[in-house]
């Protein structure tokens, strides 16, 4: 049989199939056949060489928050089509139906609030199977929700992000949104806010570019691709080879983009841990 390593192959690709149905499953890194359930017991992460498997947004919160604490917010939320924008003879509309169909959610983000090991939050999720978790308006409009009820209610703002980067289908109006989550950020730090930004494989494009890399403290997963244009993309237009591991957590923690690689066992106690250090002494 042909084996096959996962790869990122720009912003058109298709969504990675690492999570089969049936019990077994093989892991793009280390290729070895897994028993699907010991992945998924161990909170999507391969036991034999920690490639972290990307997870949807329900299995990131329930991974990261205390059980049963996530109150969303605007969940009704959903894109127009102000272009009236088709990509590959599929409207729009008709594929924002289609993945609102497949995933259960009206948008590639969700919001509200939760409890990380009994430390408050405002939380901000994106979902990668709603079109590629890219960000469009409602996207935009949503993060800036989570920015205002940390500010309202003097919570820091934890956001995962998981993304294909700006959304095509929404033009000029989902770059806006590049501005206006940035200037919510801004916004937040006024008011004494933290934000802390978690980035999972893949964080790419306008995301990477605005809010995504505006942490207080930026923590990625570990060999999470993170970047703005993607690879092929980078040879295509300049015709040189990057860098060995270019683009992934472990380069940018050393070239001082990231500030920490956090297993994602660790994620809530390491949220937790930076809430309680920055947070402001209680009276
Ligand atoms: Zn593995």
Same mark, same amino acid.
């Given at each position: 049989m042909a084996k096959s390593k996962a790869t990122w192959?720009?912003?058109?690709?298709?969504?990675?199939?690492?999570?089969?149905?049936?019990?077994w499953m093989r892991c793009p890194t280390c290729e070895h056949m897994l028993y699907k359930n010991s992945v998924v017991d161990n909170l999507?992460?391969?036991?034999?060489?920690?490639h972290h498997f990307r997870v949807d947004s329900n299995t990131r919160i329930a991974q990261l928050?205390?059980?049963?604490t996530f109150q969303e917010v605007a969940e009704e939320l959903s894109s127009s089509d102000p272009l009236k924008f088709t990509f590959r003879g599929t409207q729009y509309k008709d594929r924002i139906d289609a993945d609102a169909a497949k995933t !259960?959610?009206?948008?590639a983000m969700r919001v509200g609030k939760a409890f990380v090991k009994g430390r408050g939050i405002a939380l901000a999720v994106m979902e990668p199977e709603f079109l590629m978790g890219s960000m469009g308006s409602v996207v935009g409009e949503k993060f800036c929700l989570a920015a205002e009820i940390a500010i309202a209610q003097s919570l820091p703002l934890v956001v995962v992000s998981c993304s294909g980067g700006a959304r095509m289908h929404e033009g000029v109006v989902s770059l806006g949104q590049m501005a206006k989550t940035s200037a919510a950020i801004a916004r937040l730090d006024k008011a004494g806010g933290m934000f802390i930004s978690v980035l999972a494989d893949p964080t790419t494009g306008g995301v990477t570019a605005s809010?995504?890399?505006? !942490?207080?403290v930026i923590i990625a997963e570990p060999k999470a691709l993170i970047g703005f244009a993607g690879p092929r993309t980078i040879y295509q237009t300049i015709k040189i080879e990057l860098p060995e591991?270019?683009?992934r957590s472990e380069f940018l923690l050393d070239h001082g983009f990231v500030d920490t690689i956090v297993h994602r066992k660790d994620l809530r106690s390491e949220i937790a841990r930076l809430i309680d250090y920055c947070g402001k002494e209680k009276n």
């Open positions: 192959d720009g912003f058109s690709l298709k969504p990675r199939r690492e999570m089969p149905q049936g019990l999507n992460v391969c036991p034999d060489c920690q928050v205390d059980e049963g !259960g959610f009206n948008e809010f995504a890399m505006l !942490g207080d591991g270019f683009q």
